[in-house]
Structures are given as structure tokens and as C-alpha cells.
């Protein structure tokens, strides 16, 4: 009997090691494949994509941000249907980190404001805003300041009607 408790207590203690050691390494993952899109980023900020594609093959594939730096290469690339289909599925998410969310958001934005779809672009804006706020940073004013500029010249380029349809049936005056 006691040697039975003996192996119980010693088979969970195993479990539960191996549990945080694996744990550990999706975590180390994460972080590495973080580095890796944000080394990205930078190439693309240079007009370097055969950087930007070193980058990416340095991610794991299945990675969400393997898929979110496919997708900022893909706009880059103008390719506006490829880089919708990588990132709208990505709002889902959970583990993103603030600055691949605001990233993912700010792709997203752009995407839809080329394809002329203010209403979206606009919600993807208001997401990075809700990000930003979320995000403690030196350089968050500055980033806080463009996003405001781009959500006024979004607003500002709309008829009075257009702003009405998006306000919806709000009855505040």
C-alpha cells in the first residue's frame, strides 16, 4: 500500500513537471517567434523583403506569428485578398502580445482602407487605440497621436450621411 502511494505521488510529480517544462517551451517559442516578427517588420520598414522572408522561415509555420508576418508581407506586397485571409482569422488570438495585436490591427486598418472599406478600416483603428491603451510605452504617445491622425482623416473624408449610417441608430443628440 505504501509503496503504491509512493509511486501515485511520484508519477504526478512527473506529470506536472513535464506539464511546466512544456509549458516553458511554448513560452520560449513565443518569445523567439516574437523576435522574429518584429526583426520582420524592420526589414519591411526598409523595403527589404528577402529580409522580411528570412524572418518568416525563422518562425515555426504553425505560429501565429509566422501567419501575422505572412500577412504584413502579403500587404507589402499589395496583396490585399492574401493579406485578409492571413490576418482576419488571427483577431482571434488570444496569446498575441499588445504590440503584435496593435500590429495585426494597424495591417488591417491599411488593408481596408485600400479597398475603400472605411467602416472597417476604422474598427481596426479603434482596436489599435484600445491596444495602445492598454500598453505601456515611451513612444505610445506617438503612436497614439498617428493612429488619431488616421482615424481624423478617415472621418474626414466621409459625407454626413456616411458618418450618420456608421453612428447607427443613436438617439443621443
Known sequence: MTNNLINIILATCLLFSSLNLAAAQISTSNRQAEAQLLVGETCLKEANTACAMTALAKIPSNSPYAKLLQGEIAYYNQALDQTLQLLLPLQAEAHFTSGAKISLHQHLAKAFAQL????????????????????????????????????????SKLSQIELVAIRGNNTDD
Open 116 to 155: 475603400q472599406d472605411t467602416e472597417q478600416a476604422l474598427i481596426h483603428l479603434l482596436e489599435v487605440d484600445i491596444a495602445l491603451a492598454k500598453t505601456p510605452s515611451s513612444q505610445q504617445k506617438d503612436v497614439t497621436a498617428l493612429n488619431h491622425k488616421q482615424i481624423w482623416d478617415l472621418l
